[in-house]
């Protein structure tokens, strides 16, 4: 048993080294805080969404960024849109399930917002939606996705796409990522 805990650390870790070692991802992070800032410098938003561990993930990250990660400082409007379940039901009940994340940032999201998908795979048709409406909206859009980015690959302005293809370690580094791109924001925005 203990051999098998130390084999699932160390491919945790394997998958954090390979972030560290590939120059395009680290960029694509920067670039992600240089426009976050950007965003709620001019008054914007960060609309986030997943499903399942994914949606629990955009819920983390969401807090993070709307309650406090590092400093006690003023909010940042950051939602996951997931959170309301009458919404969500009606909406999968009255249209489709794939619309659910197409109508919330259609109503919410405005030109300059950040919209963050989550999807391990990248192909996840409602993130899809909301990656659509986003992008005619106006707002910037940033995938966070899996090894080869899916569907997604080719929407969005920035793709976090984590090297490896095993869920629970993706999803794990969605938030390693998610939590680093919230440090610098808050400090850049924050701190003197």
Do not use: W
Not at 21 to 35: N, P, Q, T, W
Not at 63 to 68: C, M, N, P
Not at 81 to 108: F, G, P
Not at 162 to 172: A, G, H, L, V
Request: glycine share 8%; charged share 25%; hydrophobic share 40%.
């Amino acid at each position: 048993m203990q051999e098998k805990i130390k084999s699932i650390i160390n491919k945790s870790i394997s998958v954090k080294q390979s972030i560290l070692s590939d120059s395009k991802l680290i960029e694509s992070i920067e670039k992600s805080v240089a426009l976050i800032v950007e965003a709620y410098k001019e008054d914007g938003k960060l609309l986030f969404c997943g499903n399942g561990g994914s949606a629990a993930d955009a819920q983390h990250l969401a807090a993070e960024f709307s309650g406090r990660f590092y400093l006690d400082r003023e909010p940042l409007y950051a939602e996951a849109l997931h959170v309301n379940s009458s919404y969500l039901t009606a909406v999968a009940n009255d249209y489709d399930y794939n619309e659910i994340y197409a109508r919330m940032t259609k109503a919410m999201g405005r030109k300059g917002d950040v919209f963050i998908g989550l999807s391990t795979s990248g192909n996840s048709a409602n993130v899809i939606r909301g990656v659509e409406e986003a992008k005619k909206a106006g707002m910037i859009v940033i995938g966070f996705t899996g090894e080869s980015g899916g569907q997604m690959k080719e929407l969005c302005d920035i793709l976090i796409n984590i090297p490896s293809t095993d869920t629970p370690r993706i999803q794990e580094s969605h938030i390693t990522v998610g939590h680093i791109i919230c440090e610098l924001v808050e400090a850049q925005i924050f701190q003197k």
